[in-house]
């Protein structure tokens, strides 16, 4: 099912989800826009779980060691806008000096979605957070399905290491820990769509576009908020 056009959720119907359409829809904490004029879903995320995004087990960190702006994505490797905001949220990495990237899977389209999550853990395991994040941008840049197989495969080209290695770690307990572990976490943050972004304190729901994307972060430096008054 598709929430909108920047957006996609998991198979369920909005009225059996309370609380969804105030914090996913049209309502707003603060009056954002996409590049496209389209209005940008987002609301205010308990602080408790805010806090345990950076010491979630697997996610990849990407950017500055000393930032003065963190900002976390949730994806699915077969959400096609995940597919385009990897490629923007890459060149920020590599363009803004001052900017962290988290990258926390929450692969809740398809079990396809999990297994290549699971490969990713192998991958960041074996090889750290630079390696999985090319890992990261190979599995968004190559057109078709993800699954297992294409995952074994690109981790094995951008790590290194050998394929059956990475096939047999990510079946491990501790790949699938670091897995559900995040699955988890997006879940107690009401992330029932992909991507969604952590800023701020503030969710936003789908992928707004690279300008507003460098506009929020903008904004944040500048005023304290994701949106400034």
């Not at 309502?27 to 806090?51: C, F, H, M, T, Y």
């Not at 096609?80 to 929450?106: H, Y």
């Not at 897995?179 to 503030?202: E, H, K, M, S």
Request: neutral net charge; charged residues 20%; hydrophobic residues 45%.
């Amino acid at each position: 099912m598709i929430l909108d056009r920047r957006s996609f959720l998991v198979g369920a119907t909005l009225a059996a989800i309370p609380g969804l359409v105030a914090a996913q829809g049209q309502n707003q904490w603060l009056k954002l826009k996409g590049d496209e004029g389209q209005p940008v879903g987002n609301a205010r995320l308990p602080v408790e779980l805010v806090s345990q995004i950076d010491a979630t087990p697997g996610r990849i960190t990407l950017g500055s060691s000393s930032p003065d702006v963190v900002l976390a994505e949730f994806y699915d490797y077969n959400c096609p806008w995940c597919r385009k905001a990897a490629q923007d949220i890459g060149a920020l990495v590599e363009t803004d000096a001052d900017l962290r990237v988290l990258l926390i899977g929450n692969p809740i389209l398809s079990p396809a979605s999990k297994d290549a999550a699971a490969v990713e853990a192998a991958v960041q395991n074996l090889a750290g957070d630079e390696v999985a994040g090319r890992f990261h941008q190979r599995m968004f840049a190559e057109a078709g399905r993800a699954d297992r197989a294409k995952a074994v495969r690109i981790g094995a080209e951008t790590s290194g290491k050998a394929a059956a290695d990475l096939d047999r770690l990510a079946a491990s307990p501790q790949a699938k820990a670091q897995v559900d572990g995040q699955l988890r976490l997006a879940a107690n943050l009401g992330f029932i769509a992909t991507p969604t972004f952590v800023l701020g304190g503030l969710g936003v729901f789908g992928y707004p576009g690279p300008r507003t994307t460098s506009q929020m972060i903008a904004a944040l430096r500048k005023c304290g908020e994701v949106g400034c008054r």
